[in-house]
């Protein structure tokens, strides 16, 4: 065992006392999500929390950003950051701290909202890693930035600290971390190096017809028909135009036209999501949806050029190779084989933004939180994909334990394979 070892089994020792205090602050943000910029009530708990536990706070970076500072002597520092925002989804998982809470969303909708993306166990694993680091002071030494990022559902979280001053407000760190809780048995952790998260995009596309009585069709250009064929063609650009084996996303997630069933409208809006690993074939995508969607739009004689919006742009998530290096390894000593290598993901984060802004290397990682049992199970009668939730469902329901104790454990590891005695 090496000195780093030592230093997280000194810190780790605390987890048994924490876990009460820990289990219960993660039921309670599970029970009253927030959507993004909205975590008025999270930031404040995560903010009061980090004062109790010695760290120099400051808070509404942005919008409900908040950032904990840990001095503790010289050496290196290591910033760590988790998502605060939840979805506007309905919970439908039964358990016994299930939201019940509604919320106002951008758009003035009134919506459920449920933490359907694991970002309360992100909060829980950062404020307990925070607090075991604080109070086991003599194992480590350096500074321990802990951040707290609003909506990074709407992709804007990371950007509106950094405009924030958020560069301004902290040391320099040598390395940023995250992680993210998966579809995956709990208790395991799996690091990658290179790309690991796809880029996203949104798209939206509005065409032109000309609106006309539904008895009418002769006299109208009719955007539902026009919208309908776009869909099609929009199929071929993945299976057609991008070389086999490039991974590429393209989904239709919207379209709407018209408002009832006599009246042919004069414009459809198709909303359109991208995903990939590399910026060419990025490009590829969107060039190929400009040249079908004018195509088929002056085959169907639209009176008007289509109008296309890209928004809620996701960069790629692409791991440094030596600090995914380093904490693959301390997390291969400390979690033996639950520590694994973890294949490329097809979602998209808006984390590495903040690094590569601040011009430093960064690594994210993935925590399971499945019941093992459930996962096993479903394994074995090949159903995982129909049986167990993933992110963004309404039964997704992470299993509390052992995905905290997982979660704060790969915090506090990751961050002492710098700031442990080791180093
Ligand atoms: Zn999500
Ligand atoms: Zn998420």
Same mark, same amino acid.
């Given at each position: 065992?090496?000195? @780093? ?46 004062? #109790? ?55 003035? @909708?009134? &919506? ?20 075991? !680091? ?25 950007? =509106? ?48 017809? #000309? ?28 299976? #057609? ?17 018209? +408002?009832?069933?006599?009246?042919? +409208?004069?414009?459809? =809006? ?24 004018? %195509? ?13 919006? !890209? ?26 084989? #639950? ?18 802004? !601040? ?6 990682? %993935? ?16 159903? &995982? ?5 993933? @992110? ?11 995905? !905290? ?16 005695? @080791?180093?």
């Amino acid at each position: 065992m090496s000195d @780093n070892d030592g230093s997280a089994s000194i810190v780790l020792a605390g987890q048994s006392t924490i876990a009460e205090w820990q289990e219960d602050f993660y039921r309670t943000v599970h029970r009253h999500p927030e959507l993004g910029h909205q975590e008025v009530k999270t930031a404040a708990a995560v903010a009061a929390a980090l004062r #109790r536990f010695g760290f120099e706070v400051q808070e509404k970076i942005g919008s409900t950003g908040v950032i904990g500072i840990l001095q503790n002597g010289d050496g290196p520092v290591v910033l760590m950051r988790a998502d605060m925002d939840a979805l506007p989804v309905e919970e439908a998982t039964g358990l016994p701290y299930a939201s019940a809470d509604r919320a106002t969303d951008g758009d003035g @909708n009134d &919506v459920p909202v449920m933490h359907a993306c694991g970002h309360d166990a992100h909060v829980a694993c950062l404020l307990g890693a925070a607090r075991l !680091l604080s109070e086991k002071p003599a194992a480590w030494h350096g500074t321990y930035i802990a951040l707290f990022q609003p909506a990074e559902e709407l992709a804007d979280g990371a950007e =509106v600290m950094l405009k924030g001053g958020l560069a301004t407000m902290i040391p320099r760190p040598d390395v940023a971390l995250a992680q993210h809780m998966l579809p995956i048995p709990a208790g395991r952790v799996g690091t990658r190096a290179g790309t690991f998260l796809s880029s996203g995009d949104s798209m939206r596309v509005t065409v032109s017809g #000309r609106g006309s009585h539904g008895s009418m069709p002769q006299l109208s250009v009719d955007p539902v028909v026009l919208a309908s064929t776009i869909v099609v063609r929009l199929q071929g650009i993945v299976a #057609r135009e991008i070389t086999p084996g490039e991974f590429a996303v393209l989904t239709v997630g919207r379209i709407a036209g018209g +408002s009832k069933s006599n009246i042919i +409208s004069d414009h459809a =809006v198709l909303e359109l999501n991208i995903r990939t690993f590399s910026e060419t074939t990025r490009t590829t995508i969107v060039k190929a949806i400009h040249r079908i969607v004018e %195509g088929e739009c002056a085959t169907s004689g639209s009176p008007m050029r289509p109008r296309f919006e !890209l928004y809620d742009h996701y960069p790629v998530t692409e791991n440094d190779p030596d600090a995914t290096a380093r904490v693959a390894d301390a997390f291969a000593r400390y979690f033996d084989d #639950r520590a694994f290598t973890i294949d490329r993901q097809s979602a998209s984060e808006d984390f590495s933004e903040i690094p590569n802004t !601040l011009g430093v290397p960064y690594t994210y990682w %993935g925590v399971g939180c499945i019941d093992a049992d459930l996962y096993a199970k479903a394994e074995a009668a090949g159903s &995982v994909s129909t049986d167990i939730p993933s @992110n963004h469902s309404p039964n997704f329901a992470p299993a509390l334990e052992p995905t !905290l104790q997982t979660g704060t454990a790969a915090a506090v590891v990751a961050a002492l394979a710098w700031l442990g005695d @080791n180093y």
